[in-house]
């Protein structure tokens, strides 16, 4: 195998992690920046391009590069992957106009969507497609900012996911990889267009591991690294998170526990869904049918932040993680947590009931419950999330042979068992868990020709162990289901009076 090394980095909605790689898919060395989200009004949900997503990057390879002794010549390839899609316009040199609207999260564009619905009903195009036009849509966000910052919308050269940010900055070259392409291909029907924008201000497409361009002398002074430094067009994290997970054949299916939760199913051929997405997968010819909450561990970060303050202190002293600490509480309760059922919308929701206005709800609270009740309670109502993604999967006729779970969450072996228990199935967990910054690496190997093809991942990951549904809580957990299941339908009116009184 050829000597160097691949460099990776991904950017998340909480931090952004870097990681460098032999070209055997060894890890050298890591790194975590961790930064906040700006929420500058209900269901806004924002980055600063530069401060988070650029930040991050140089600072992660400056750090790499400085604590391994690695010098930047020896990289070979760079990869990169974000939260996605985002949408960020920019001008014509590449400078954001204002901050990056952010995924499935933000709800701000429901009237944009609602507004394609009335406007283009009879195209058929947008018929086909109609979740490229949902609220959480890329075409949503950039009528949105059409209607509501025109000066914005005039200055803007392109419309950029975050991924494609970063290749921008260190090449100067404005693309979107296939994968992430699939939400902005309906917009390049000139029909649709004239209601979005216009084609132009479209990023070209590349395939997810195809080499656009090298470092250029000004990236390579703000970075550290080499000019001409080969780098790939990227994807969306989920894509990259779900390599890394070695997902190499249909029936293999990743479940990304992390701030949210994103599924990645591959498939033999493109599967067709009103309530799922569907894609090409980093390469032509290659298929995954997906979909995801817009809640998952950011809950847990929710509950610490307001209710772990003892751990939190313990934590700040130097002692455990708060995070671990929590993980233990979920011990002191018991499976149903005595009753207590969470709807985790605290974000709207996703798949399978895309309902952006949809809110969190607690439900059957009383004087016996305990923080214990309510920490598992919440764990519960997401792994509830997972299980309802899967039974509407079902009904289309999509099951996955073999979940292989990744992300931050699965260091909670708690809440691992729970999703078992509640969906009675089986996770594999992978050996190595660095994450989507190792498929970004793993990509980069493709993209310089040490690989033919993504499906040669299995030659980097392993599986480390199963965890097995224990069922002696079933019918706790099965109870708790079904009024789960209930109590949307029953309070989605109420949710959408609030929505809109708080939108106002």
Known sequence: MTDGYLLGIDIGTYSSKGVLVTTEGQIVDSHTVPHGMDIPSPGHFEHDAEKVWWHDFVEIVRVLLGRSGIEARQILGIGTSGIGVCVLAVDSRGTPLRPAILYGIDARAAGQSEYFEKTLKDNSIYAANRKMFGPASPAAKIRWIRDNEPDVYRRTRWFLPCQSFLVYRL???????????????????????????????????????????????????????????????????????????????????????????????????????????????????????????????????????????????????????????????????????????????????????????????????????????????????????????????????????????????????????????????????????IGASYGDAFMAGVGIGLYRSVDEIGRWVRIAEIVRPDRSGGDRYDFNYALYRTLYEQNRESMHVLSEYLLG
């Open 171 to 433: 090449t100067g070259r404005a693309t979107v990889d296939i994968y992430s392409a699939g939400g902005f291909s309906a917009l390049r029907d000139e029909a649709i267009a004239e209601h979005v924008t216009p084609v132009e201000r479209l990023p070209e497409t590349a395939g997810s591991c195809e080499r656009v361009g090298g470092v250029t002398a000004e990236a390579a002074r703000e970075t550290g690294l080499v000019e001409g430094t080969p780098v790939i067009a990227g994807t969306t994290d989920a894509a990259s998170e779900a390599l890394s997970a070695g997902i190499s054949e249909p029936g293999n299916m990743m479940l990304m526990l992390g701030s949210t939760i994103f599924f990645v199913l591959r498939t033999a051929r493109p599967i067709d869904s009103d309530r799922f997405g569907s894609s090409t997968f980093l390469e032509e010819g290659k298929h995954v049918f997906l979909g995801g909450t817009s809640n998952g561990a950011s809950l847990v970060t929710w509950f610490r932040d307001r209710f772990g303050e003892k751990e939190l202190e313990i934590e700040r002293a130097g002692g455990e993680a708060a995070y671990a600490a929590l993980a233990r509480l979920v011990r002191e309760s018991r499976p149903g947590a005595r009753g207590l059922v969470v709807l985790p919308y605290f974000a709207g929701e996703r798949t399978p009931i895309g309902d952006p206005h949809a809110k969190g709800l607690f439900f059957g609270l009383s004087l016996e419950h305990t923080r214990a009740d309510i920490y598992r309670a919440i764990l519960e109502g997401v792994s509830f999330s997972f299980r309802h993604n899967l039974e509407a999967m079902a009904e289309e006729g999509v099951e996955p042979g073999r979940i292989i779970a990744v992300g931050g969450g699965t260091k909670n072996r708690e809440w691992l068992q729970i999703i078992a228990d509640v969906c009675g199935a089986e996770l594999a967990i992978p050996e190595q868990q």
